[in-house]
Nanobody, 114 residues
Framework: QVQLVESGGGLVQAGGSLRLSCAAS????????MGWYRQVPGNQLELVAIINSGGRINYADSAKGRFTLSRDNAKNTVYLRMNSLKPEDTAVYYC????????WGQGTQVTVSS
């Protein structure tokens, strides 16, 4: 079994910053990818940023230049630093980990007020 523990969501004013963390634990031998998706109610789940086992990071266009994804391999943890937040960044953010199977966190709410 694999468990994902997310933290760092909350309410912030436009222009502010937040850092999300996601720690994976359990039967982990090799992480193929780790990152964050987000979903606004009524909309599809969308990729925010993801890092693969080789360290390559892909960002959504909406995240480029504002968000930074980083990873601590020793802790099986991924961080998403979000700067210059906008109201349209308001969503539930889900941690994603790809081992042999895909695992999702429970979601953390990020609300950006204007």
């Amino acid at each position: 079994q694999v468990q994902l523990v997310e933290s760092g969501g909350g309410l912030v004013q436009a222009g502010g910053s937040l850092r999300l963390s996601c720690a994976a634990s359990g039967s982990i031998f090799s992480i193929n990818a780790m990152g964050w998706y987000r979903q606004v109610p009524g909309n599809q789940l969308e990729l925010v940023a993801i890092i693969n086992s080789g360290g390559r990071i892909n960002y959504a266009d909406s995240a480029k230049g504002r968000f930074t994804l980083s990873r601590d391999n020793a802790k099986n943890t991924v961080y998403l630093r979000m700067n210059s937040l906008k109201p349209e960044d308001t969503a539930v953010y889900y941690c994603y980990v790809l081992l042999r199977n895909a695992y999702w966190g429970q979601g953390t709410q990020v609300t950006v007020s204007s």
